[in-house]
């Protein structure tokens, strides 16, 4: 019993020194740098206080962009989530799997900025969308697709279909597959299936996976710049960040601006973990048979 004790007490005293650089390295690396622009905030060049706060909210140019933000990621993360959910639950037991999982990785390896660049040379006035339509004549003049709200909003789904895609993926695995397997032989067809037994234990997998969707969504600046109108209908509120701070050398306003990113996000993020509470709370996977 003694030597049993003994080994315990190692294995924690190993524990303890493992965790405690890695709690360290989370506080330097996450909560230093939040703290930090979260004081800078409430610094200004003719004082301290809310002036920071005040003028965004008072001045139209900045505080519109909250809405121009949401009016492009919210309706980019509900296609990303729509899409991803059938196509994931048709997959989950393909044996083609694995060669798409690998194939959507590629959106994601490249970045939002080899994207947007990919898009502009397919989209763009002079890209291979619009010769295709002129030489078929199913057009008679280009299509606008980029520099306006649409490039923005097709380079938000396809760096966040693939990530969206694996996630579902991952949670519709997990499931436990005898669930569905007894409500057949009872006789519930598919679609029963999936509404009655899938989708309540997928709920709290969906609001997890809208929730990373959207902030990754919300965050958007490579694509806006590239693919957008910067000055224009998608000013978004990480460009009046970028402006502030590196235009304007007004760190303190960057630092405000980026507080009510991070605010509106979580707001968004708790609204739909509430939402999520009204659903089927308990186990969403099980051993797999």
């Not at 060049?45 to 002036?51: A, F, K, N, Q, S």
């Not at 040379?121 to 010769?131: A, D, F, I, K, T």
């Not at 032989?185 to 509404?195: K, V």
Request: with cysteine; hydrophobic share 55%; proline share 7%.
């Amino acid at each position: 019993m003694s030597s049993a004790a003994s080994i315990q007490r190692k294995t924690v005293d190993v524990t303890a020194l493992l965790v405690a650089p890695g709690v360290g390295l989370v506080l330097l690396l996450f909560l230093y740098p939040f703290l930090y622009g979260f004081l800078l905030s409430f610094s200004a060049h003719e004082g301290v206080g809310l002036r920071n706060y005040v003028k965004f909210f008072s001045t139209p140019f900045l505080s519109q962009t909250i809405a121009t933000t949401l009016w492009i990621s919210f309706p980019a993360t509900v296609v990303n989530i729509g899409l991803a959910l059938p196509i994931a639950f048709a997959t989950r037991r393909h044996r083609l799997q694995r060669l798409l999982t690998a194939i959507l990785v590629v959106p994601i390896t490249l970045g939002t900025v080899l994207i947007a660049e990919g898009l502009l040379l397919y989209l763009g006035p002079q890209g291979w969308l619009n010769r295709f339509l002129l030489v078929t004549h199913l057009s008679t003049s280009a299509i606008h697709l980029t520099h306006n709200y649409w490039g923005v909003f097709l380079s938000l789904v396809v760096s966040g279909f693939p990530f969206a895609y694996l996630l579902l993926l991952s949670y519709l695995t997990g499931i436990d597959p005898v669930l569905p397997q007894a409500a057949a032989t009872l006789g519930a067809s598919p679609w029963r299936q999936f509404i009655h037994i899938y989708l309540p234990l997928l709920v709290p997998g969906l609001a997890i996976a809208f929730c990373l969707s959207f902030v990754q969504a919300f965050s958007v600046f490579p694509s806006a710049v590239l693919l957008g109108a910067p000055a224009g209908p998608t000013r978004v509120i990480s460009i009046a960040a970028y402006q502030a701070a590196f235009e304007d050398y007004d760190y303190p306003m960057a630092s405000a601006i980026a507080m009510i990113m991070a605010g509106v996000q979580l707001l968004v993020v708790v609204l739909i973990l509430a939402i999520r509470v009204l659903f089927y709370r308990g186990p969403t996977v099980g051993p797999k048979g």
